[in-house]
């Protein structure tokens, strides 16, 4: 549907670790051309929420504890990070987590 509504389309399913970080970088670089106006991501998996901060869990991880978030989740704040000098754009973040 995204795609006849004229998006790009990434699809990443059942990411590990490295891959759920390569897609969020992946996203941001296409996210901040010059030729984007609009950029969507959708989120469908487990996150947790610690100290403010939210966290996608890659399907490769384990978490017993605090520790494990901040070392083996992708903290959403990577990908905010890299969108926050764009201008001029509309991004919608939907996390279905």
């Known amino acids: 549907m995204?795609?006849?509504?004229?998006?790009?389309?990434?699809?990443?399913?059942?990411?590990?670790?490295?891959?759920?970080?390569?897609?969020?970088?992946?996203?941001?670089?296409?996210?901040?051309?010059?030729?984007?106006?609009?950029?969507?991501f959708y989120y469908a998996g487990h996150g947790a929420q610690m100290e403010w901060k939210n966290y996608l869990l890659p399907v490769d991880v384990a978490v017993r504890g605090a520790a494990d978030l901040r070392e083996h989740c992708v903290d959403l704040t990577r990908l905010l990070g890299r969108l926050a000098q764009t201008q001029d754009k509309t991004f919608v973040f939907v996390l279905d987590a």
């Open 2 to 40: 995204l795609r006849s509504a004229g998006f790009d389309v990434t699809l990443t399913l059942d990411a590990g670790h490295g891959a759920l970080r390569s897609a969020i970088d992946d996203f941001a670089v296409a996210a901040r051309r010059d030729d984007t106006r609009q950029a969507l």
